[in-house]
């Protein structure tokens, strides 16, 4: 839970290792998720409130602070009512990412039902992907740690770097269309 708040903690890592402790038969499995899925519910909820409750008053008090005018916030609050639901689902997979996509969403108004929709099945599919992983890489596991440390930080790299181009080029195209 506190990891998805955004507490240092490496949340892949003990869920794998979760899933290696059901291999090795010191965990049972159902117990295992449902703890895994309860935790990261209760993080991405909590996170969700603190940007609800805290995140948009900020913003729109101190946002000139750290030039954050109110039109950019009004467009980014309008950005994440049309395609910030596949953000909230797929920003758990990316490290630094996932800590921040419940509050924006909070602090951009986005509704409970429609956040809760995303969020709790992106973390779903987020924590049992971990804990799956460690359970089927097994004694490969403590071998490949390192390795997969630096894989998951080049792959949420890329990915980042994949949705920035997305955006550069949208804005680009729209500026040209516009012209």
Do not use: N
Not at 46 to 62: I, T, W
Not at 148 to 165: D, E, T, Y
Request: net charge positive.
């Amino acid at each position: 839970m506190v990891g998805i708040v955004g507490l240092p903690i490496p949340d892949e890592v003990v869920l794998m290792f979760a899933g290696y402790l059901i291999f090795k038969g010191y965990f049972h499995p159902l117990p295992t998720a449902a703890t895994a899925i309860i935790g990261t519910y209760c993080g991405i909820t909590v996170s969700y409130s603190l940007g609800r409750g805290a995140g948009f008053l900020l913003l729109d008090r101190y946002g000139h602070l750290l030039r954050v005018p109110p039109e950019r916030l009004a467009r980014v609050q309008a950005w994440f009512h049309q395609m910030g639901r596949w953000a909230i689902f797929f920003g758990y997979f990316v490290m630094g990412v996932r800590h921040l996509t419940a509050m924006t969403a909070g602090a951009s108004r986005v509704r409970f039902r429609i956040f809760a929709l995303f969020a709790y099945s992106g973390g779903l599919f987020w924590a049992l992907s971990y804990i799956f992983l460690g359970y089927f890489l097994g004694e490969e596991l403590p071998k490949l740690s390192p390795e997969l440390r630096q894989v998951f930080l080049i792959g949420s790299g890329l990915m980042i770097l994949a949705v920035a181009a997305f955006f550069i080029c949208r804005h680009f195209f729209r500026r040209k269309l516009a012209s």
